[in-house]
């Protein structure tokens, strides 16, 4: 991803991945997962750290894999005692069977071939273990604004501006395709009522709008109309926003 790798996106991502909205759906997928104390996770894409440190909160030793060295240090300014390791989603330099679990958590839809990531994080995972993989149906958000053809647009332009912005609903095939068994699923709202403050739009619709703006999809003008309209309706009370995220856990063939 472009700009990735630097101190500034590790901290953008490091605030909008602590907001309690998504904390919440965080633990949610944690709980699906259902990882025993003392196992070994890769946390492929681990970004500055946040799934890392809520899974050592779980008694979990964590192997965290990121290509970006700035988000890895930001996870070892953490000091979560994590193993580090700077590789490719596509080729992980670890020993097969080597992990009792793997997430891919809002990583599928970044990679170029979303099946070969799932099957190398399922190869360093034992025969019996998990891989929990995690992503935005990014055609599900939605602001409510008065003009729809103008948030349709909007929210169309950042779902294609993804390499696969339908990356949520494809995870139970992407599993299969990769040769694991897909076992258990959750599906989470997220959402929020408020119009800034601590919440995960607040924090990224600013990113969501220069990558807009850098695609091309929509003119700087209608976006700046588009911002009028939520904030008008932020202040009738008649703001809201949500998207929908999917977690599998699939089981590694014994």
Same mark, same amino acid.
């Given at each position: 991803?472009?700009?990735?790798?630097s101190?500034?996106?590790?901290?953008?991502?490091?605030?909008?991945?602590?907001?309690?909205?998504?904390?919440?759906?965080? %633990?949610?997928?944690?709980?699906?997962?259902?990882?025993?104390? +003392?196992?070994?996770? =890769?946390?492929? $894409? &681990?970004?500055?750290?946040?799934?890392?440190?809520?899974l050592t909160?779980r008694?979990?030793?964590?192997?965290?894999?990121?290509?970006?060295p700035?988000?890895?240090?930001? #996870? %070892?300014?953490?000091?979560?005692? &994590?193993?580090? #390791?700077?590789?490719?989603?596509?080729?992980?330099?670890?020993?097969?069977?080597?992990?009792? =679990?793997? &997430?891919?958590v809002q990583?599928l839809?970044?990679?170029?071939?979303?099946?070969?990531?799932?099957?190398? =994080?399922?190869?360093?995972?034992?025969?019996?273990?998990?891989v929990?993989?995690?992503?935005?149906?990014?055609?599900?958000q +939605?602001?409510?604004?008065?003009?729809r053809?103008?948030?349709?647009? #909007?929210?169309?332009?950042?779902?294609? $501006?993804?390499?696969?912005?339908?990356?949520?609903?494809?995870?139970?095939? @992407?599993? =299969?395709?990769?040769?694991?068994?897909?076992?258990?699923? &959750?599906?989470?709202?997220?959402?929020?009522?408020?119009w800034? +403050?601590?919440?995960?739009?607040?924090h990224?619709?600013?990113?969501?709008?220069?990558? !807009?703006?850098?695609? +091309?999809?929509?003119?700087?003008?209608?976006l700046?109309?588009?911002?009028?309209? !939520?904030?008008?309706?932020a202040?009738? $009370?008649?703001f809201?926003?949500?998207?929908?995220?999917?977690? @599998?856990? $699939?089981r590694?063939?014994?």
């Amino acid at each position: 991803m472009s700009g990735w790798d630097s101190a500034q996106a590790a901290e953008r991502v490091a605030q909008a991945y602590a907001a309690p909205d998504l904390a919440a759906v965080r %633990e949610r997928q944690i709980d699906l997962l259902a990882p025993l104390p +003392g196992w070994r996770i =890769a946390d492929v $894409g &681990c970004g500055p750290g946040a799934f890392a440190e809520a899974l050592t909160a779980r008694g979990a030793q964590v192997t965290a894999i990121d290509s970006a060295p700035a988000m890895l240090a930001a #996870v %070892e300014a953490r000091s979560l005692g &994590c193993e580090l #390791v700077e590789a490719d989603a596509l080729s992980l330099p670890l020993a097969s069977a080597s992990h009792d =679990a793997a &997430c891919l958590v809002q990583v599928l839809e970044y990679v170029s071939d979303p099946v070969a990531a799932v099957r190398e =994080a399922a190869r360093i995972v034992r025969p019996g273990g998990a891989v929990l993989v995690a992503d935005t149906d990014w055609d599900t958000q +939605g602001f409510n604004v008065a003009d729809r053809e103008l948030g349709r647009r #909007v929210m169309q332009a950042w779902a294609d $501006g993804k390499p696969d912005g339908w990356a949520g609903r494809r995870l139970r095939g @992407w599993l =299969a395709a990769a040769g694991l068994v897909a076992e258990e699923r &959750c599906a989470v709202v997220l959402d929020a009522t408020e119009w800034g +403050g601590d919440t995960f739009i607040a924090h990224n619709w600013p990113h969501h709008r220069r990558a !807009i703006e850098r695609s +091309g999809g929509v003119p700087a003008a209608d976006l700046d109309r588009f911002e009028r309209e !939520i904030a008008d309706s932020a202040a009738s $009370g008649a703001f809201y926003w949500s998207v929908v995220r999917h977690a @599998w856990r $699939g089981r590694v063939p014994s």
